[in-house]
């Protein structure tokens, strides 16, 4: 099969502009009928098949995209996500999009409402967004309504918005997954502690939010209320919570599990494997690069993944689609919930570097 014919070049044969066959192509109307029937012949000819490579819209406009996510440094969660996004700019690198990218704290809603600010400063084309705050998040969309300026959400969604795309886990689905693994490798008669990460601010993480109502739920249902401890930590004072978490430890010998509901777990882990607390099962989230490496020495028994790069790859293909096809579907896609250990993580291709 010979390569496919470009817009161009279908112009060219079928007599008419550029612009006139993507209208074509697109069913966007303003095209005589004689002009039409001499564009869709050719395209039935030659078997077109429409390819997002292919549009000559984008060789005439250039299109600005935002990408807003919490910080990271290197080897963490949205690091994974980030370079799904620029897997994906950079296969569609014909396309005519210039990224910008804007972090934020995620334990800081003000950091998140300064950034907020910045995006619509910028007023760009297309947004994608890791929100981490749902009420700043929302006043955020609808601003975004208004403008008529498409988002798509990585990693969460937010009730009450309108994006042209959502990818996430189902998050009370892993909160409770963590108290039931945890539960399979303590033991129904033993506690779990729950480790709560401090935040600046009144707002809660609307992920963490829904993973701490699925554990609670479980926790119910299967009649552990009173077996679960909890205990907040903060990472900028370590020494404080590594104090605090021995001393939870000590009055309370019946915990042999440990839950952390974000991607900190090696936080936790270190701080137990620096007392030799080794018989304590850890469970957590995300293959960020610490996680993994306590994952490998035994310190946490268990991560949960949400394939970070697939959900950034598939946000920005996403956005095109909106932009150059404006195509009018929405994706919405629930990931997969990946179980990881020590003895399958060699085959997890999603490992940070």
Same mark, same amino acid.
Request: hydrophobic share 30%; aromatic share 10%; glycine share 6%.
């Given at each position: 099969m010979g390569r496919q014919l470009t817009i161009k070049e279908i112009a060219a044969r079928a007599g008419v502009s550029s612009g006139t066959v993507?209208?074509?192509?697109?069913?966007?109307? !303003?095209? $005589?009928?004689? +002009?039409?029937? +001499?564009?869709?012949?050719?395209l039935d000819e030659i078997d077109f098949k429409l390819n997002i490579h292919t549009s000559v819209i984008s060789i005439k406009k250039n299109y600005e995209l935002v990408i807003c996510t919490p910080e990271y440094s290197q080897g963490e969660y949205w690091g994974a996500i980030d370079s799904g996004i620029k $897997?994906? *700019?950079?296969?569609?690198?014909?396309? %005519?999009?210039? #990224?910008?990218?804007?972090?934020?704290?995620?334990?800081d809603a003000n950091s998140c409402h300064k950034a907020y600010a910045q995006i619509l400063k910028q007023n760009p084309d297309a947004i994608i967004l890791g929100p981490i705050f749902e009420q700043e998040t929302r006043s955020l969309c609808q601003d975004l309504d208004n403008r008529g300026i498409p988002y798509a959400f990585v990693d969460s969604t937010i009730e009450g918005t309108n994006p042209i795309a959502s990818l996430m886990a189902d998050q009370p689905a892993g909160g409770r997954l963590i108290c039931r693994l945890l539960e399979s490798f303590t033991g129904t008669d033993n506690e779990?502690? *729950?480790?709560?990460? +401090?935040?600046?601010? %009144? =707002?809660? #993480?609307?992920?963490? $939010? !829904?993973? *701490?109502?699925?554990?609670?739920?479980?926790? +119910?249902?299967?009649?552990?209320?009173? !077996?679960?401890?909890?205990?907040?930590? %903060?990472?900028?004072? $370590?020494?404080? #919570?590594a104090q605090a978490v021995i001393s939870v430890l000590k009055q309370n010998p019946g915990i042999k599990g440990v839950a952390i509901l974000n991607s900190r777990g090696y936080f936790i882990a270190?701080?137990?494997? =620096?007392?030799? *607390?080794?018989?304590i099962k850890v469970a957590s989230f995300d293959l960020s690069y610490n996680n993994v490496r306590c994952l490998k020495n035994g310190s946490i028994s268990v991560l949960l993944s949400q394939r970070p790069m697939t959900q950034g790859f598939i946000s920005v293909r996403a956005i095109i689609e909106q932009l150059i096809y404006r195509k009018k579907e929405k994706t919405f896609i629930k990931m997969p919930i990946d179980i990881l250990m020590k003895d399958n993580l060699p085959f997890y291709k999603d490992l940070p570097l």
């Open positions: 993507d209208r074509v192509l697109h069913n966007r109307g !303003k095209v $005589s009928p004689d +002009k039409e029937e +001499k564009v869709r012949a050719i $897997s994906a *700019l950079d296969e569609f690198n014909d396309l %005519s999009i210039v #990224s910008t990218h804007i972090t934020y704290d995620q334990f779990i502690l *729950l480790c709560r990460p +401090k935040q600046a601010g %009144s =707002e809660q #993480s609307y992920n963490y $939010s !829904k993973r *701490l109502n699925g554990f609670y739920d479980y926790v +119910k249902e299967t009649g552990r209320t009173g !077996k679960v401890k909890e205990l907040f930590f %903060s990472m900028d004072d $370590s020494e404080a #919570s270190d701080i137990l494997a =620096e007392h030799g *607390l080794k018989d």
